[in-house]
């Protein structure tokens, strides 16, 4: 995998993950999304297309953004994620905040960064 499907693929997480949030919120997904894929020893591509791992890969017929505005926005905050320190002392799962998970109480609770707190195992 090239790095530049790897940015590809970490952007349209954050998209479709994380477009309507601040972009501290946008940045911690990708950290998550990083975090996953070291501590896996996988590509981004391969963390993202795990099955039930990030809902909007279950959930979409197409991956293409619909928004290009947006699109941008959060390239742009993946480029902050890979040139700046994580943030979110190495999270790999986070949830909206007026949803409470299953495993929530399984992990440590990192912080909250916009509406979703993150954890880490």
Excluded at 6 to 24: C, D, F, K
Excluded at 102 to 108: G, H, K, L, P, S
Aim: charge should be neutral; charged fraction near 15%; hydrophobic fraction near 40%.
């Amino acid at each position: 995998m090239t790095f530049l499907e790897g940015l590809l693929w970490l952007t349209l997480n954050v998209y479709h993950e994380a477009r309507s949030e601040p972009q501290i919120g946008q940045v911690a997904v990708a950290h998550v999304t990083l975090n996953r894929a070291a501590q896996r020893d996988v590509s981004i591509k391969t963390v993202v297309k795990q099955p039930y791992q990030f809902s909007w890969t279950n959930q979409k017929n197409s991956y293409i953004p619909e928004d290009p505005q947006a699109f941008f926005q959060c390239m742009k905050s993946v480029y902050i994620a890979i040139n700046n320190t994580d943030f979110t002392a190495g999270a790999t799962f986070y949830h909206l905040d007026n949803i409470k998970p299953y495993w929530a109480d399984e992990f440590t609770y990192v912080n909250q960064f916009g509406s979703h707190k993150f954890y880490k195992q």
